[in-house]
């Protein structure tokens, strides 16, 4: 019989006193976290939300076309509305109930062909075109606009082409007349892009900071309230840190697999977003200790958090442009970690950019994380007395060596 003495390996234990005190925080919060899955329920919620946004984008709007012409004319121009995608023609004889139905949030838009359309037509004279559109729904209302100007477009191009051949003229002749310019469409980002494209990921960010706010705050405030007292600053980090993981995991599946399964295309992998998610997650962990010091008290905090979560969606630059804003708002909209995180995230995972293109929208996360972090750290040291203790002791030694 032949015995093999095996050598035993020992695991080098952990002597640093710091690291044995974050690893202890991350282990207590992460074992809760795991244990009590309450973050799913955000999970959750944002699969729901965003189901909205499932048709990628607007089609079939019912629109109401009242043919007063009853021309050939009026019937091409109702052929065109139809045929456009965004449109989805529903005809009415009258004027005043196609205007209940507006009124009755059933329609979007009504359309007047006036009488004798055909006939202004081939006088060359102006022709006005009266339409009503619901403008309480941008989306829709800009989309309806669109459609009936080409639809007008093209049949007074047909009706011109059509004059111009019976004097005389050639198709070789009227094109370069009747379109001088040709339009070239180069499509420099995704081609697949649409409004909900930039819309959805703006929605995420801006739940993910709501939600990681709350975690981060709530975590901090009951770490300070601890009969025991405030824990080392290791086993604080410690707890702190075990939030990144869960809202990383969270970035993945609500960046990359729910829009998988919405069907948009996406342009970058799992680590660019997780490169982007990252630094974002850090800001709002940093901003969160501000809040902390300035609140220090969960039912307060939850109070906050619910009032001012709407405007900063609104002030975010998802649904309304940065530079259509006032200075003053445009000023507090750059300085929330959501604004940055938005424009990066929809610029390389919808329009293809690379994360070199968004360098100074990951760099101003991290200036926002640490001046948020190092603000609250400040506050709290002000709001215990550290501070005017630091500057009693710094007086009184000043005045030592005067002596």
Same mark, same amino acid.
């Given at each position: 019989m032949i015995h093999l003495r095996l050598p035993v390996i020992h695991l080098p234990t952990i002597q640093s006193p710091f690291l044995q005190g974050y690893l202890r925080g991350f282990k207590m919060i992460m074992s809760r976290m795991l244990g009590q899955p309450k973050w799913m329920v955000l999970l959750i919620s944002i699969c729901l939300m965003s189901l909205v946004y499932y048709n990628h984008s607007v089609w079939d709007l019912p629109v109401a076309v009242v043919d007063q012409d009853h021309s050939e004319a009026s019937r091409m121009v109702t052929r065109n509305f139809d045929a456009s995608p965004k449109i989805g023609v529903k005809t009415y004889d009258s004027i005043e109930i196609a205007q209940e139905d507006l009124a009755a949030r059933r329609l979007f838009a009504v359309i007047v062909l006036p009488k004798n359309m055909e006939k202004h037509i081939l006088h060359g004279e102006t022709v006005t075109i009266p339409a009503y559109g619901d403008a309480t729904s941008r989306i829709s209302n800009g989309q309806i606009e669109q459609d009936v100007l080409a639809a007008y477009q093209t049949m007074t191009y047909a009706y011109n082409q059509e004059m111009l051949m019976n004097v005389g003229f050639t198709p070789t002749q009227i094109d370069p007349i009747l379109?001088?310019?040709?339009?070239?469409? *180069?499509?420099?980002? #995704?081609?697949?892009?649409?409004?909900?494209? $930039?819309?959805?990921?703006?929605?995420? =960010?801006? %739940?993910?900071?709501? /939600?990681?706010?709350?975690?981060? &705050?709530?975590?901090?405030?009951?770490?300070?309230?601890?009969?025991?007292?405030? !824990?080392?600053?290791? =086993?604080? %980090?410690?707890?702190? /840190?075990?939030? $990144?993981? $869960?809202?990383?995991?969270?970035?993945? =599946?609500?960046?990359?697999?729910?829009?998988?399964?919405?069907?948009?295309?996406?342009?970058?992998?799992?680590? @660019?977003?997780?490169?982007?998610?990252?630094?974002?997650? %850090?800001?709002?962990?940093?901003?969160?200790?501000?809040?902390? @010091?300035?609140?220090?008290?969960? @039912? %307060?905090?939850?109070? &906050?958090? /619910?009032?001012? *979560? *709407?405007? =900063?969606?609104?002030? /975010?630059?998802? $649904?309304?442009?940065?530079?259509?804003?006032?200075?003053?708002?445009?000023?507090?909209? #750059?300085?929330? !970690?959501?604004?940055?995180?938005?424009k990066a995230i929809a610029s390389v995972d919808q329009m293809g950019q690379s994360i070199s293109e968004v360098g100074f929208d990951v760099v101003m996360m991290l200036v926002l994380g640490a001046f948020y972090a190092t603000l609250g750290w400040f506050i709290g040291a002000l709001r215990d007395g550290h501070v005017r203790k630091f500057i009693v002791s710094r007086k009184r030694l000043f005045y030592r060596k005067i002596k």
């Open positions: 379109s001088p310019m040709k339009a070239l469409r *180069t499509d420099l980002f #995704n081609p697949g892009i649409s409004f909900a494209a $930039i819309t959805f990921p703006g929605l995420v =960010v801006m %739940l993910l900071q709501h /939600s990681l706010l709350l975690a981060g &705050t709530r975590t901090s405030i009951v770490l300070h309230t601890l009969p025991q007292g405030k !824990p080392p600053l290791p =086993v604080y %980090l410690g707890c702190l /840190s075990a939030l $990144i993981p $869960i809202w990383l995991f969270l970035a993945i =599946v609500l960046f990359v697999a729910w829009p998988m399964i919405l069907g948009y295309r996406q342009t970058a992998p799992i680590p @660019e977003i997780l490169m982007l998610a990252f630094p974002f997650i %850090l800001a709002v962990l940093g901003f969160a200790k501000l809040i902390t @010091e300035c609140l220090r008290n969960i @039912e %307060l905090m939850y109070l &906050t958090m /619910s009032m001012i *979560t *709407t405007p =900063v969606f609104y002030i /975010s630059g998802t $649904i309304w442009p940065l530079q259509a804003m006032p200075k003053w708002v445009f000023f507090i909209s #750059n300085m929330l !970690p959501s604004t940055w995180a938005t």
